[in-house]
């Protein structure tokens, strides 16, 4: 079993990117432009390594190697945009891989691309890349080609010597279980729970009851043989069970115009382990959107941008009218508001500069829960 952390630990050890990894400052898949991005190294990483895995380093400085972090990652879909713009498209996998030298709120992200036997292309444009357009690596870059891509196995050795060096051991999981327990978490209830005798899942958080229903808020839970996070938030509740194969976190999200007090069920992942050293997740999408009158709907959605204008012309708004504006708008964009979520992605600079950093927490926040209901909507 490949300890995650370490294996990033040696893939920076190249130092310098290469024909079969690639390391970003961070990813943004909120634009055209990012996205194009992000799929232009995910072809070329696959029609470079045909036989072996290869990988993106998520939230390293590109010049120094320094290992600053990004936000917890939650999209189980980004298979899902990868499907969609590319031919013959890779499996990948992004996981979101902790640092004791970092913030309990940022991580390392680590995205494995499968090897597959079949050369991936763009089948739709997307910004400034047309459709039929391919990509291979050329040393650290992602270059566009119109020849044909040589099958390669240059990178097998190297890859398999890397991810033997990773490989876990019993010591580094207990040493794993007693920091999760004792130094990152000993403000908080902590548990854990082993599953087929090689996966250990430790999990922390805050217990409350609410309306019969216990959550857990302030929450973390990692499957710390592999140093991969599962879930982490700090504004979220949810609810965990589990069984002797599985584990299940469903997340649940509070809502409401001018409060939050209604819980909806947003989404439910499940863990299912088996003998062999492998476990499966499945995802599954809950959440229905509490619909509004439009007539209400409609007086509150142009308050709200009427508040985004005074904060770009630096007038005072109220502090709870703003910590709503993403929320607002999230909701007036489910009730059928089409520019809602443009005008919540165009009010991005003057949130993220608010005073009070909860701002920027909840739009991120409404954009995470956007984009997982396009994944499974769209």
Same mark, same amino acid.
């Given at each position: 079993?490949?300890?995650?952390?370490?294996?990033?630990?040696?893939?920076?050890?190249?130092?310098?990117?290469?024909?079969?990894?690639?390391?970003?400052?961070?990813?943004?898949?909120?634009?055209?432009?990012?996205?194009?991005?992000?799929?232009?190294?995910?072809?070329?990483?696959?029609?470079?390594?045909?036989?072996?895995?290869?990988?993106?380093?998520?939230?390293?400085?590109?010049?120094?190697?320094?290992?600053?972090?990004?936000?917890? %990652?939650?999209?189980?879909?980004?298979?899902?945009?990868?499907?969609?713009?590319?031919?013959?498209?890779?499996?990948?996998?992004?996981?979101?891989?902790?640092?004791?030298?970092?913030?309990?709120?940022?991580?390392?992200?680590?995205?494995?691309?499968?090897?597959?036997?079949?050369? =991936?292309?763009?089948?739709?444009?997307?910004?400034?890349?047309?459709?039929?357009?391919?990509?291979?690596?050329? !040393?650290?870059?992602?270059?566009?080609?119109?020849?044909?891509?040589?099958?390669?196995? =240059?990178?097998?050795?190297?890859?398999? *010597?890397?991810?033997?060096?990773?490989?876990?051991?019993?010591?580094?999981?207990?040493?794993?279980?007693?920091?999760?327990?004792?130094?990152?978490?000993?403000?908080?209830?902590?548990?854990?729970?082993?599953?087929?005798?090689? %996966?250990?899942?430790?999990?922390? !958080?805050?217990?409350?009851?609410?309306?019969?229903?216990?959550?857990?808020?302030?929450?973390?839970?990692?499957?710390?043989?592999?140093?991969?996070?599962?879930?982490?938030?700090?504004?979220?509740?949810?609810?965990?069970?589990?069984?002797?194969? *599985?584990?299940?976190?469903?997340?649940?999200?509070?809502?409401?115009?001018?409060?939050?007090?209604?819980?909806?069920?947003?989404?439910?992942?499940?863990?299912?382990?088996?003998?062999?050293?492998?476990?499966?997740?499945?995802?599954?999408?809950?959440?229905?959107?509490?619909?509004?009158?439009?007539?209400?709907?409609?007086?509150?959605?142009?308050?709200?941008?009427?508040?985004?204008?005074?904060?770009?012309?630096?007038?005072?708004?109220?502090?709870?009218?703003?910590?709503?504006?993403?929320?607002?708008?999230?909701?007036?964009?489910?009730?059928? %508001?089409?520019?809602?979520?443009?005008?919540?992605?165009?009010?991005?600079?003057?949130?993220?500069?608010?005073?009070? =950093?909860?701002?920027?927490?909840?739009?991120?926040?409404?954009?995470?829960?956007?984009?997982?209901?396009?994944?499974?909507? *769209?």
């Amino acid at each position: 079993m490949i300890n995650k952390r370490l294996l990033i630990k040696n893939l920076l050890a190249h130092n310098n990117e290469n024909s079969f990894y690639d390391k970003k400052r961070q990813l943004n898949l909120h634009s055209k432009e990012g996205k194009a991005k992000f799929l232009k190294h995910i072809c070329a990483l696959s029609n470079s390594n045909p036989f072996n895995n290869s990988y993106i380093v998520v939230g390293v400085e590109d010049d120094t190697n320094e290992i600053v972090g990004d936000d917890f %990652f939650d999209d189980s879909r980004i298979q899902n945009l990868v499907n969609a713009f590319l031919e013959n498209p890779p499996k990948i996998l992004y996981e979101n891989i902790p640092f004791p030298n970092l913030p309990k709120d940022k991580v390392v992200g680590l995205v494995t691309i499968k090897p597959k036997n079949k050369i =991936s292309f763009f089948k739709k444009s997307i910004h400034t890349i047309p459709a039929q357009t391919s990509f291979v690596r050329i !040393g650290s870059n992602s270059s566009p080609t119109i020849e044909k891509i040589p099958v390669s196995k =240059s990178n097998v050795e190297a890859v398999i *010597s890397i991810e033997n060096n990773s490989r876990n051991s019993i010591e580094n999981t207990l040493d794993s279980v007693l920091d999760f327990i004792t130094i990152r978490h000993k403000d908080l209830p902590c548990h854990y729970k082993v599953f087929r005798e090689n %996966f250990v899942v430790c999990w922390a !958080g805050q217990k409350r009851k609410f309306r019969e229903q216990t959550f857990f808020s302030r929450v973390d839970i990692e499957l710390v043989n592999e140093q991969v996070k599962l879930f982490y938030s700090n504004q979220d509740d949810v609810v965990i069970t589990y069984d002797e194969n *599985s584990f299940h976190i469903t997340e649940y999200v509070p809502l409401g115009l001018n409060d939050k007090t209604s819980f909806y069920p947003l989404e439910k992942v499940t863990f299912t382990f088996y003998d062999n050293g492998y476990y499966k997740m499945e995802t599954k999408m809950l959440f229905e959107p509490p619909q509004y009158n439009k007539k209400l709907l409609h007086h509150i959605y142009n308050a709200t941008l009427n508040n985004i204008q005074k904060l770009q012309k630096g007038q005072l708004v109220d502090e709870k009218e703003v910590l709503n504006i993403p929320s607002t708008l999230m909701l007036c964009f489910l009730n059928d %508001f089409k520019d809602a979520k443009d005008k919540l992605i165009e009010a991005k600079t003057v949130i993220k500069n608010y005073k009070n =950093s909860l701002a920027y927490v909840y739009f991120k926040e409404s954009l995470r829960i956007l984009r997982k209901m396009k994944y499974n909507y *769209s």
